[in-house]
């Protein structure tokens, strides 16, 4: 939904309870005093009484409180705070990553580069609340998933919420929800089969005792809009997955992850209804709200498919593809200096080489976290079927097994700190001497705060900083931003999968009449990319090319992406072309 959207048009989506627009906008109906989602099943309101609010805290600032009926607190999230890149996005995007909950107003307002007082008013202006409403609107929503999908005492559910007090958090649900929490929780219907929520100290878990992880071990549904093309995120995170840190099958995706007050672990998995599932383990539940919200970006949960597919459906080259793989996502980035790690070693070289080199860093360097070992497996399975796609689809069953015992004895470990990576970083990568300066100089300079990298940035301003940094280039940048700030319009012409891609799908395949024509797609251009990955075409299977004489066994019947990065690792470094984009 744009934001210049007309009263008639908004009015005509809850008229027809339109799903899509769940999430992008509240309907207030002051005959009632309450807000609902668009597609609330209530009897649609006469529009002079009807008010329209970009957020649900917006209409709290109003007076009004959610509806019973549909619960708009439970709408994924808005696909604006991507789209737009002004002041209000980034502060949405990092206010729903708990910054306010850990540094306040003023560490929002310092890291936008305002006051807090300016920003109050901009965003009071823009959205019709402050940093303040906003964020105790995100703690409502946070204690709301707490109360439905788990069954942790309130008390606990007040503070792992990020509420300063109990009675803080009775009367923050009451206003907003109109009914004490354990009434909301009341109203929560029964778990379906394949659902489960909190789960108590030494109680068994499906994947492993919950006991043996720190903290305790949750189970919520993730709400998305529209299709979910879950098949290639799947893959994509099976193809990518370190051994150890990382767990991938073709239906779950599970890893650790450093958070604010220790580390955590996640899985992201389909239920029996099609839903995503996120089942985590926290040190601390003050960093579910984190969590959920890196898990969300992650798959692109808040992503506007319908619209996606729309406007690519109308260029006559890309309709069939579109109608093939409805609700494809762009993957993100659960942690950004990671993510900027990951893209530097995987610069020039293969998936399969980058998937090595990142896990020998991991191993030697990631902080081990034994309490998690357990939840990295599934029964002594593992994505054998990603890594087989991976190395080109000719895998053999017994290596298959033997990948399978591997990574079930490995132990659980964290991606190194950016810290550990410039100190020792040098003693474990391999490669041109010029990358791996450029590698731990990067990680240097993100460990000391000379470079900073958030899903808060100006896309612009992150952009410049590190084309700065020596060893990344033009790709890099762009693909960073891609994944880290989730932008949905950036578009890579130079790699050459897309342009593989392109050319199976009848498009220009040389980048400056490519890039004109991807021109047309805007504001959509990430997801033409990973809809021009996918089309790369498969490569012959291992064996075949064996008889040729060849040596590289890269592709697979079902693409997960490119299999190498455009970046140039040093100025003098020019890259090859025949590499193509998207690695890590």
């Known amino acids: ?54 957020t649900s805290a917006a209409a709290h600032e109003a007076g009004y409180r959610a509806c019973k009926r549909c619960l708009p607190e439970a709408a994924p999230g808005s ?11 980034r502060a949405m995007r990092l206010i729903a990553d708990g910054v306010v909950e850990r540094e306040g107003v003023p560490g929002l307002a310092r890291r936008l580069g305002y006051s807090p007082r300016h920003l109050t008013r ?24 707490l109360l439905i999908g788990t069954d942790l005492p309130a008390a606990d559910v007040a503070f792992s919420s990020g509420f300063a007090s109990v009675r803080q958090f009775n009367d923050t649900i009451r206003e907003v929800f109109g009914m004490p929490p354990l009434d909301l929780r009341a109203r929560r219907r029964l778990a379906r089969p394949g659902e ?34 879950a098949a290639d995120l799947f893959a994509w995170m099976g193809a990518r997955a370190l051994p150890g840190a990382e767990l991938a099958t073709a239906s779950t995706f599970a890893r650790t992850l450093r958070l604010p007050q220790g580390p955590a672990w996640f899985e992201l998995r389909l239920d029996d209804l099609g839903r995503v ?19 969300r970006r992650l798959f692109d949960l808040d992503a506007d498919p319908d619209a996606v597919d729309d406007a690519l459906a109308r260029h006559p080259e890309l309709a069939l593809r579109v109608a093939a793989l409805p609700g494809i996502r762009v993957p993100g980035a659960a942690d950004p200096h990671e993510m900027l790690i990951r893209a530097m070693v995987g610069q020039q070289i293969t998936v399969v080489a980058a998937r090595t080199a990142l896990t020998a860093l991991t191993a030697a360097l990631g902080e081990e ?52 990576i410039a100190e020792r970083g040098a003693d474990v990568l391999r490669g041109p001497a010029a990358r791996i300066r450029a590698i731990t100089g990067a990680a240097a300079a993100l460990a000391d705060g000379t470079l900073t990298l958030t899903t808060g940035d100006d896309a612009a301003e992150q952009r410049a900083a590190l084309l700065a940094m020596p060893g990344i280039g033009p790709w890099t940048a762009d693909y960073v931003r891609m ?34 024509w991807a021109a047309g797609t805007a504001p959509w251009r990430s997801y033409l990319t990973a809809h021009l990955w996918r089309a ?5 299977p291992a064996s075949s090319r064996r008889n040729t004489g060849s040596s590289r066994t890269t592709g697979s019947s079902r693409s997960t992406g490119p299999s190498r990065s455009t970046g140039s690792a040093d100025a003098n470094v020019r890259p090859s072309d025949t590499t193509t984009g998207g690695m890590s």
């Open 122 to 145: 901009l965003l009071t202006t823009e959205l019709g609340a402050g940093p303040l409403a906003l964020s105790r609107a995100h703690r409502a929503q946070t204690a709301r998933m």
């Open 196 to 229: 489960r929520h909190a789960t108590a100290p030494g109680e068994r878990h499906p994947a492993a005792s919950a006991s043996a992880a720190p903290g305790v071990t949750i189970d919520l549904a993730l709400p998305h809009r529209g299709a979910l093309d």
């Open 277 to 295: 599932r996120l089942r985590a383990a926290l040190t601390n539940l003050a960093d579910l709200s984190t969590l959920v919200t890196r898990a």
């Open 1 to 54: 939904m744009s934001l210049a959207m007309t009263f008639d048009e908004r009015y005509r989506a809850i008229d027809s309870r339109d799903t899509r627009f769940d999430g992008q906008f509240v309907t207030a109906v002051r005959s009632t005093g309450i807000y609902c989602r668009p597609s609330c099943p209530a009897r649609t309101p006469k529009p002079s009484n009807v008010t329209f609010y970009p």
């Open 536 to 540: 790369v075409p498969p490569k012959a």
């Open 369 to 420: 976290v034994p309490a998690f070992a357990g939840l990295l497996t599934n029964d002594g399975h593992v994505a054998a079927t990603a890594a087989s796609t991976a190395d080109g689809g000719g895998g053999s069953a017994d290596r298959e097994q033997a990948s399978a015992a591997g990574a079930a004895s490995a132990p659980a470990r964290l991606f190194p700190t950016m810290a550990a």
């Open 79 to 89: 696909p604006q705070w991507n789209l737009r890149g002004d002041t209000a996005g």
């Open 483 to 516: 994944r880290v700030l989730g932008d949905p319009d950036v578009f890579l012409p130079g790699d050459v999968a897309v342009r593989s891609g392109a050319a199976a799908l009848g498009l220009p395949a040389d980048p400056r009449p490519l890039e004109e």
